[in-house]
């Protein structure tokens, strides 16, 4: 597949994607975040992935929506292999059933909080600036607070979109948003610890967080005994967990 404004790569066990429109610094376009549906459709389906590892080329991460192109479609480049719809980025995201890591190495504005606030982990260099700005703008981060509230307390979220002002690293790490600091060795590390990991089960594991998501404690038990039987009896998972047997 050819894509306008990311880029992916599947290496082994990983998925990468790339944010690749450095010009406009990684501003998501409604091309742009159809042709990232697609591409973490293709990792879920892909049983070899385990992991997705999102990146940004240039020094800004993501600088959120652009604004015009979805004022004026026009402006926006087509890609004719994908069919447009609409669709929301925290929506995508929250479409994929594989870990996810956020390698963040320059700010994130408004919109692009969604990028990181759908990944599993999120590690991020010091000293970078977050920055929601919309209040000041006239407009509210309606997207951006419905994924702050899996990560923070809901009255910390409504503050922090209703402050206006950026913060650093330090601060996004405190709230929750990111996980750790970016460091290639622990980067390295986390990537490798799926390498062993039974796809079928982080699949398994990532559908049901978000299934249970509003059932009664007596619903989930029930739902969740049905995923374990369910997955238990994939024949990969039973020569699996046979292996591990013979090992003990």
Known sequence: MNYN???TNVDGYIFSLTLNREAKRNAFTPTMVNEIAHALAEADADDRVKVVVVR????VFC????LKTYQDPSLDQQNPEITNRAISLGEVFDRLNKPSIAVVEGDVIAGGFLFILGCTYVLA???LNFKLPEVNLGIFPFQVLASLVRVMPEKKALQLCLDGEPFTTSKAKEYGIVDDYLVDERLRDLIA????KNTYALQAGMEA???IRGM???GQYDYLL???SKLRDKEEVKKQIADQLKKA
């Open 63 to 66: 600088a959120g929506m652009d």
């Open 209 to 211: 967080m978000k299934a």
């Open 5 to 7: 404004y990311i880029q």
């Open 56 to 59: 940004a080329n240039g020094p």
């Open 216 to 218: 009664d404690s007596k």
């Open 226 to 228: 049905t995923c374990l």
């Open 125 to 127: 260099k010091e000293n």
């Open 193 to 196: 610890s799926f390498e062993n």
